[in-house]
């Protein structure tokens, strides 16, 4: 007797069987539904026919199946072993007539198309199986259908889809699966379910994965389109569902991790190529993100999921094998790494610890990838970069290393055997790394860093020269390396983008390394090396004549060996170069990537002109560095006006995040540009106008540090930027807006010199025009020093003006163009040049004109130099004879850049990544150039005589120094603050050299040599190798064995110059304070046929007539300390002596073969030590030198080295 209860009760068993794949216990339930529920014929019908299915597929055999899909085994089953003749037509007949029961009805149809699928019917098999879902109803939430029915469900997607891709219908599959979809993730997302539903879903979601995947890679379907990811977030939460499992889901099927690795693919590719972010079937976030935020989040969670399986499912290999897919999928990494972690990004979009954590988790996934590789050259080469990228040098050169020796012996066997080796890099890639190397070895290190540059370059260069691939000699000058049409397995072609950088490595380190090393007599054949090799990588045989950085290190070299003409030509050919204006390159570079990387061009375009002593377009170079960008709201955003609600400062900030500053996106040193080119800005503005002008204008210098670089917050803040509250007395002008205060307007600045008559007469105060504040500035007109006492409390220095007279120690004994040309009249700016130039020997450079006065820029109206016109002889004749100074080929360089076109592709190249230092490192680095800048501003306030206001400066200066002083003795590791680390251009001694040696020019100024010799003495102690210190002390010491400076009186004056003791600068204090006679120290320059000053004259009178005196008396006997009068002879040769010696050995050092100070000093100690000849060749080097010296020294560019 049919029983409900029992048969409901099997129902329900039956459909548990199924679903958990346990087909021996169905032909029984089977058996009792037809007993207790006769009018089931279609349910029990289904069951045994699946039952056939399932049981045939166990045990039939495997065959082909269609590759890269994911057909089960169930598809090779053979028909014939089914009775498809008996039952499929009763089945038929019983869906037509069975409306009662849905479920029953699309079961029977999912296993009738099951069966002809079996059956490689698939034609028939499409047409039997339902269409979608909805024509059953079965999707409805509020129907609760069996488990089996959802089983099916997915099933006869998946079949269906099958079907038409073997037909060739692949994106009439893709939507099967579309429609399927949702109702799909609505059956697994209940996270239960038996064995059958897990393996149908997925089932389900391999194929439609791989299926999408190919229409991807084939370009049927476009990453742009917003539910492109939607099968693979599928498959993501269907594994947030289910536990995560690795291997094969099936016989026969693809491996879970090749999903996976397809997810992670089309990620990286809307990564690489800027694609709008999918938002298709993005789970709902709780927080508001970014889309590339979310892009990074879902990168990330993917990558973690891949690496996982591919780490656990990867064994270590064998000696002769290799893990291609681990190699990869590091490979994948590095390029997300690069993109992630380069300019194009921005901090905020990196969420929590920024492009540092990215880096970090990269680090973290080659490391565990080499432990499934055996020697992979590929991942040491990412380990490298990516260490480097953090500012881990020592790793990241270790890591070199290895790699480097790696490759050699990888590149021996490969030579030895006549095999190539699949994880051994080729011969560019390696070229490259090597260079890539080179660069940051010059650009980051010091002298140690340098010297195994140029090891690392010596043997680059002998690496391309056994290369068979370039078949020209690599030694010869003249000639370049071709590249070999053919191609060899074991050496394949190299491209002309490797070779280049190579050249450019090479040349790079024979630059840096002419500058470091202590053989002078080598320096300019170095030189001469690294023109050569920079000329190689931007010939036109390459296509990189437009690469930024050989343009700029070539033209930097030429410069610094006054080879003006080339120099400039480079630098206008290279800044006029069309540019490309393919946005895409921003996702790599950044905005304005192109104006960017100008700037320090521009720069030098500047130093050049100055050189030239055409100071007008040396202006306008330095505002074309800025001009550029166009609108100055692009470089440093909206300044703050007035007050403004809150809902209009919510709005800029929006729009902020949206359009940022783009000094806002710039590193470190590209921020340093902007401020050297303000700060030569400035330095031209004192040549043509005078020092007080540049007083008034030195605010601008640190409104600008301040935008640039914040607070540097130092352990005791001393850093007080001028108010507007007090101003000094010289401070005269007008503010200006953003652009005008911070970069000065061009035609307020050729306003300065009508405006400079009226400012000396009259010491009045200005009105002030109130000026928009910046985001993080605030300024007035000039800078009030305000110096932070040991109890906290604010002391303004107020600045005392005297009247513009000559400054007996202002740049004296120097020969300087630019002092005996700066009195004249600056040209307007569309007025004609100051005056023609001067053509000589072929080359053409600016000379004073002879009918304009030749005074001191200072402002002097007696002792004017001598005009360097005044010289008898050939020029450069004697340049010859100086062989321990500098080469005789000084010129031999200058060759014919007319190859260098401005029509040819503008390039550029990044081989080193983004460098993110720690905050402590970042933060004394910056201070380092704070104190600079105020070191600037000291120098600017001394030549203007306003010497208390200079000695605030130097005291803001000397706080910052101290600060990192007292780090440097709390640290534990002290000795590392000693020497400057990587990316340190100075150490705390040397900034406490160059604190001390501009005290000891203020104390020149003042005229009291004997205080600054103590000061140079105290910069010489921290810092043996100072040049200005050592220059300044010699001068001192020369002019005690002249007795042009006469001994101090016996006992000391108990008051100072202001008859207060100085005790403003704490290691002043200690200093002793000895007057300073009333004749101080000569002022006309030596050698250039001035005669004595009525005072020296007297005073050598009255030195005859006391020795004629002295010998009457005791000549064995020395005078009591009281009665002397003049230093003993000895002490005075000893003083000689010691300054020439000094001299001699800073002209030596590759930080002062170009320092005319030093060599005029030297010229005056070879004077003084009766050597005149010497003198003369020496003298004759300065007018070199100084006819092509710029306002500036040379190494104020590229950070003060040659690599951008």
Request: with cysteine; aromatic share 8%.
């Amino acid at each position: 007797m049919p029983d409900a209860t029992k048969a409901a009760h099997y129902i329900q068993a039956l459909d548990a069987a199924r679903a958990e794949g346990n087909w021996q216990a169905v032909p029984e339930f089977v058996r009792k539904i037809r007993k207790h529920a006769p009018d089931r014929t279609c349910l029990t019908l289904t069951a045994e026919l699946e039952y056939a299915v399932s049981t045939s597929s166990k045990t039939s055999s495997n065959t082909a199946s269609r590759p890269q899909t994911a057909r089960p085994q169930t598809a090779a089953a053979p028909a014939s072993d089914i009775d498809t003749a008996d039952h499929i037509p009763k089945l038929l007949g019983i869906i037509e007539n069975d409306d009662l029961h849905p479920e029953d009805k699309f079961q029977a149809q999912v296993a009738v198309g099951w069966v002809h699928w079996t059956s490689k019917e698939y034609r028939l098999a499409a047409t039997r199986l339902p269409s979608t879902l909805d024509q059953q109803n079965i999707q409805d939430p509020d129907n609760k259908v069996s488990e089996w029915t959802s089983v099916c469900s997915l099933k006869a997607a998946y079949l269906k889809a099958d079907c038409l891709v073997v037909s060739g219908q692949r994106e009439e599959a893709l939507r099967i699966f579309e429609a399927a979809l949702p109702a799909a993730t609505a059956i697994w997302s209940r996270k239960s379910g038996g064995k059958q539903l897990r393996y149908c879903s997925e089932l389900f979601l391999t194929e439609f994965c791989m299926l999408q995947s190919e229409a991807l890679q084939s370009n049927e379907r476009s990453l742009q389109d917003m539910d492109s990811l939607a099968c693979y977030r599928s498959w993501a939460r269907y594994w947030e569902a289910f536990t995560v499992v690795g291997g094969q889901g099936y016989r026969g099927s693809v491996p879970r991790r090749r999903v996976w690795n397809e997810y992670y693919s089309a990620l990286s590719n809307i990564l690489d190529l800027n694609l709008p972010y999918p938002t298709g079937s993005l789970p709902a976030m709780t927080t508001e993100m970014s889309p590339r935020s979310l892009l990074r989040v879902e990168l990330k969670k993917v990558e973690a999921a891949f690496e996982a399986l591919l780490i656990a499912e990867t064994q270590f290999p064998k000696a002769d094998e290799e893990r291609e897919e681990v190699e990869e999928f590091a490979k994948s990494v590095m390029k997300n790494w690069s993109i992630l972690c380069g300019r194009g990004w921005r901090e905020e979009d990196l969420g929590e610890g920024g492009r540092e954590s990215v880096s970090r988790g990269a680090l973290d996934v080659f490391y565990r990838a080499a432990t499934k590789t055996y020697h992979s050259t590929a991942i040491l080469r990412f380990i490298f970069t990516v260490h480097l990228s953090v500012a881990e040098f020592d790793l990241a050169f270790k890591a070199f290393d290895s790699y480097l020796e790696l490759v050699k012996h990888g590149k021996a066997r490969v030579d030895k055997t006549g095999h190539s080796e699949g994880g051994l890099d080729d011969d560019g890639t390696v070229l490259e790394t090597i260079s890539q190397c080179i660069l940051a070895l010059c650009r980051y290190g010091g002298k140690d860093a340098i010297e195994k540059a140029k090891d690392l370059g010596a043997e680059l260069e002998d690496w391309m020269a056994r290369l068979p691939q370039l078949r020209a000699g690599v030694s010869d000058g003249t000639t370049l390396p071709e590249l070999e049409e053919t191609t060899s397995t074991l050496h394949p072609e190299i491209s002309p983008r490797s070779v280049s950088l190579s050249w450019q490595a090479v040349g790079l380190s024979h630059a840096h390394w002419s500058r470091v090393t202590h053989d002078a007599g080598s320096r300019v054949e170095l030189q001469a090396k690294a023109i050569r090799c920079l000329r190689k990588a931007v010939s036109p045989e390459l296509g990189r004549t437009r690469d930024v950085r050989s343009l700029f290190a070539l033209g930097l070299l030429l410069a610094e060996r006054r080879e003006l003409t080339p120099a400039i030509e480079i630098v206008k050919t290279a800044l006029i170069a069309h540019k490309s204006s393919d946005d895409v390159q921003n996702h790599y570079h950044g905005p304005y990537w192109q104006q960017r990387s100008l700037l320090p061009l521009w720069h030098l375009l500047a130093l050049l002109m100055s050189a030239r002593q055409d100071y007008v377009m040396a202006e306008r170079s330095c505002e074309g560095a800025f001009e550029q960008f166009g609108d100055d709201t692009v470089l440093f955003g909206r300044s703050k006006e007035g007050f403004r609600s809150d809902h209009l400062n919510d709005l800029d900030e929006k729009h902020a995040n949206v359009h940022s500053a783009v000094v806002d996106e710039m590193d470190d040193f590209e921020r340093e540009s902007i401020l050297e080119v303000k700060m030569t800005q400035l330095a031209l503005v004192e040549v043509v106008e005078g020092p007080e002008f540049a007083v008034n204008a030195s605010h601008e210098l640190l409104s600008l540090f301040q935008r640039l670089f914040g607070d540097v917050k130092p352990s005791k803040p001393t850093l007080n930027l001028p108010t507007t509250t007090e101003v000094p007395k010289s401070s005269a002008g007008t503010l200006r807006s953003i652009r005008g205060s911070i970069f000065g307007g061009r035609s307020e600045r050729t306003g300065r010199t009508s405006r400079r008559a009226s400012l000396l007469e009259s010491e009045k105060s200005v009105a002030l025009s109130t000026r928009p504040p910046t985001s993080q500035t605030s300024a007035g007109v000039a800078p009030t020093i305000q110096v932070t006492g040991e109890s906290g409390q604010v002391t303004e220095r107020k600045p005392s003006r005297r009247l513009r007279g000559r400054s007996e120690s202002g740049r004296r004994n120097s020969l300087k163009k630019r002092e005996s040309s700066s009195s004249r009249k600056r040209a307007p700016s569309l007025g004609p040049p100051i005056h023609s130039p001067t053509v000589v020997d072929g080359e053409v450079f600016f000379t004073p004109t002879t009918e304009i006065p030749m005074t001191n820029f200072l402002g002097s109206a007696n002792g004017g130099r001598q005009q360097i016109s005044g010289f008898t002889g050939p020029r450069g004749q004697t340049l010859n004879h100086l062989d321990s100074y500098t080469s005789q080929a000084s010129k031999s360089t200058a060759y014919s850049y007319s190859e260098i076109s401005a029509d040819a592709t503008y390039t550029i190249t990044n081989p080193l990544p983004v460098i993110k230092f720690a905050q402590e490192v970042q933060r004394k680095q910056r201070t380092t150039l704070l104190v600079k800048v105020w070191l600037m501003i000291a120098g600017f306030y001394r030549r203007a005589e306003m010497f208390e206001d200079c000695r605030g400066a130097v005291g803001e200066a000397q706080k910052l120094v101290q600060g990192l002083d007292t780090e440097r003795s709390a640290s534990e590791n002290g000795a590392a603050y000693r020497n400057a680390g990587w990316a340190e251009r100075k150490s705390v001694d040397e900034l406490w050299g160059d604190v001390w040696a501009e005290l000891g020019y203020l104390s020149l100024a003042k005229e009291a040599p004997y205080d600054a010799r103590s000061e140079f003495e105290s910069a010489l102690t921290h810092f043996p190798n100072h040049p200005a210190a050592i220059v300044g002390l010699s001068s001192i010491l020369l002019d005690i064995f002249t007795e042009q400076i006469r001994p101090p009186p016996a006992v000391p004056s108990l008051s100072t110059e202001n008859g207060l003791f100085d005790s403003d600068l704490t290691p002043s204090a200690s200093l002793p304070r000895i007057t300073t006679p009333a004749d101080g120290l000569r002022s006309e320059p030596l050698g250039l046929g001035a005669g004595k000053s009525v005072n020296a004259e007297h005073h050598a009178e009255s030195c005859i007539i006391h020795d004629k005196d002295s010998k009457t008396e005791d000549d064995d006997k020395l005078p009591a300390p009281y009665k002397a009068s003049s230093l003993p002879l000895i002490d005075r040769l000893a003083a000689r002596d010691r300054a020439s010696g000094l001299l001699t050995g800073l002209t030596k050092l590759g930080s002062a073969w170009d320092y005319s100070e030093a060599w005029f000093a030297l010229a005056r100690a070879h004077e003084e030590s009766g050597l005149p000849e010497r003198a003369k060749e020496v003298l004759w080097w300065c007018v070199e030198l100084e006819e092509g010296r710029g306002v500036r020294e040379w190494r104020c560019l590229g950070s003060g080295g040659y690599v951008l």
